[in-house]
């Protein structure tokens, strides 16, 4: 079962979080086979982690709850609050599969919210910028909660456009890069 996981930090943790790198990286290394893509998002300047994602495919809910609840950053406080969801890899591959590698271009994570429903998504055509795409689910595994990607894209606003406005309650663009430890 696939899950994404949206840590988003607390106001004012960013020295925790930076005291507690180590310790967050060798957490996730235990997971390094069962993620398909990770990182954090930053403040408009790119300067500043505001929070981290991670999609992951772990047997069950109970799995993903020990991830998320587990995991170093959350225990110390730096996160103020965790959006975990079933999640479907539409794209079939991981964020290291990407054809446009680690870098060039701007990164972004964009989260669309809507009414739960049922709803058969599909991953839009041009597919070039897309590093990951899936929607979010409700514990079932099948009502729809909204859609996460992670899309390459030259502003915010182009990164929006991968979701249609009308589908959507409410569409979030967090600047987002690549994670992991930097040999990776």
């Not at 106001?11 to 086979?33: C, F, I, N, P, T």
């Not at 539409?90 to 060039?104: A, D, N, V």
């Not at 897309?130 to 606003?157: H, K, M, N, Q, Y």
Request: with cysteine; glycine share 10%.
């Amino acid at each position: 079962m696939e899950f994404f996981c949206y840590h988003r930090d607390r106001s004012g943790s960013a020295a925790l979080r930076d005291d507690l790198v180590e310790q967050h990286w060798s957490y996730m290394d235990q997971y390094a086979k069962e993620l398909i893509a990770r990182g954090p998002t930053l403040t408009r300047d790119g300067e500043t982690a505001t929070g981290s994602v991670h999609v992951v495919d772990l047997p069950d809910p109970a799995a993903a709850r020990v991830f998320a609840f587990d995991e170093p950053n959350y225990q110390a406080g730096v996160y103020r609050d965790v959006m975990l969801r079933r999640w479907r890899n539409l794209l079939g591959r991981t964020m290291w599969e990407f054809p446009g590698g680690r870098e060039g271009g701007d990164r972004f994570l964009v989260l669309g919210l809507g009414e739960p429903r049922a709803l058969d998504l599909s991953a839009p055509d041009d597919r070039d910028d897309l590093i990951a795409f899936g929607p979010l689910l409700a514990d079932d595994g099948v009502t729809w909660l909204g859609t996460a990607a992670l899309v390459r894209a030259a502003s915010p606003e182009s990164a929006r456009a991968v979701l249609a406005e009308n589908e959507y309650a409410e569409i979030e663009v967090h600047p987002w890069r690549f994670g992991g430890r930097p040999s990776q």
